[in-house]
Every structure is written in C-alpha cells, then in structure tokens.
C-alpha cells in the first residue's frame, strides 16, 4: 500500500475533493485526520473510511482561526504522534464581475483560500518535520494559472497558492516535498450551483464538449493524482503546478 502507516491531515475533508482524498489515502493505508467547520460531512468521511476497515478521525475547525489550526495540529500529534502528508483543500469561490465585487468579499476569499493555505502550512510544518519530513499538497484550480473572467478575487488567491507552492518547494526541500494540483470543473458542492444552471438552461452537453476528454469531472478523478504526490512514488518531485482538468487548459 503507498501510504501505509503515514499520517494525513486534509482540510475541507467533508465533501468533495477533501473527502475523495480521505477515503482514498486511507484504503492505501494512512491514518487520516480529516477537517472543516460543520461535524456532519466530517463524521459521515469518518463512518466510510471505518466502515471499509480504515483508520480516520474527524476535528471540526475553522482554518480561518489560529486557535483551530492548533487544535488540529495537537489532535494530529496526541493521537498519531507525527504528520508526513498534509493537503490543503479548504476553499470557497466567488463568481461576480470585478467592479461588482466588494472588497469585504474579497477578504472572505482571501482569508479562506490563501491565507488558510500559509497558516495551516506554517502551524504544521514543525510537527511534519519532527517526523522526518513529508508531502504537502496544495489544491489550487486552474484559473489561479490561466485566469477567468469573472472570477478575479477567486483567480487572485488561487494564483496565490500556485507561488506559495514554488516558494516553499524551493524553501523546504528536501525534506518536505510540496506540490500543487490544480483542477477544473469537478462536481463538488461548491460547484452544483454552475452545473445546474447548466443542466436548466440546456447547456451541459455544451460545456461537456469543451474538454478533450468529453466530460467535466468528479472528485474520484483526483485520487490518482493525489496518491501519487502523497506517496514516495513522487520522491524526486516538488514545486510541481499540476493540471487535473480533463484537457481543458489546451484550450486556453
């Protein structure tokens, strides 16, 4: 098993991507400690990964908060007692026109998909590198490399993970590996929304059109990618910018 004995903690691990990393990572073996701020999804990760005989626990927390981000660090140590992967998966997006978005929106965007990424790496590193080192993996989008219409405070943080990884790829190499996955449409809850627009107004065969590989995707189509920069298949491998978007960005 790639991952078998490790130690991971995934941010936004209720829903979506985080979940699909959860579950995938501890059929391979790891010890998880999913995260985020409402219980349910969390406990419903954590029923799904025992039930298949997996390792897991859930802390519900804001990494928006320092006090939070500690507590997930110290629930990660006093359970596992290290940290060799950690995935920083929270995010929100807003999609609104530039002069339309209001500057307390783009705090709200900043502080959850940028500066979570800086805190929650910085509160965890030391615990990370206690063990020996480790694999960070930032999940990022491709309009933090590509850019939108639309999506300006979303395409600002974005981008803002994407050089945070080659940063700290350079800074903390080699004993921490730090990598960035950057999806495009994968049906998440935060993206259902767009795809039901898309479904009323009779535009989803359209949008599936656009991707070389004929469809949007799914968080299941993470986990290889995932497992890969998790595990020591990808030792030689960091400040990576890697695409996950079905071809899209040929396009582009």
């Known amino acids: 098993m790639k991952v078998e004995g490790k130690v991971a903690v995934i941010t936004g691990g209720g829903t979506g991507i985080g979940k699909a990393a959860a579950i995938s990572l501890a059929a391979e ?56 992967i950690l995935i920083n ?11 339309q978005t209001t500057l307390e929106e783009f705090d709200y965007i900043y502080q959850i998909d940028l500066r979570s990424v800086f805190n929650v790496t910085q509160v965890m590193l030391p615990l990370m590198l206690e063990s020996g080192g480790g694999s960070i993996i930032n999940i990022a989008s491709i309009l933090g490399v590509l850019g939108s219409k639309d999506s300006s405070a979303y ?46 107004t009779g535009k989803i065969d359209k949008l599936n059109k656009i991707f070389p590989m ?14 890969f920069f998790a595990s020591d298949d990808s030792a030689w491998l960091t400040g990576n910018i890697f695409m996950v978007d079905g071809g899209l960005s040929c396009y582009c």
């Open 155 to 200: 395409c600002a943080m974005k981008g803002g993970v994407v050089q945070l990884t080659k940063a700290l790829a350079a800074e903390l190499g080699p004993a921490v590996r730090v990598n960035c996955i950057c999806p495009s449409h994968i049906i998440t809850p935060m993206l259902e929304p767009m795809m039901q627009h898309f479904e009323t």
């Open 214 to 227: 004929k469809r949007v995707g799914y968080p299941e189509d993470m986990i290889g990618s995932i497992l």
């Open 89 to 99: 998966n929270a995010g929100s997006a807003i999609r609104k026109p530039f002069m």
């Open 29 to 84: 073996g790891a010890k998880v400690l999913v995260t985020g701020r409402r219980p349910e999804p969390l406990q419903e990760t954590v029923a799904e990964i025992k039930a298949k005989g997996g390792i897991a626990l859930a802390y519900p927390g804001d990494v928006t908060k320092t006090e939070d981000i500690i507590g997930i660090k110290d629930c990660a140590k006093e359970n596992w007692g290290h940290l060799d």
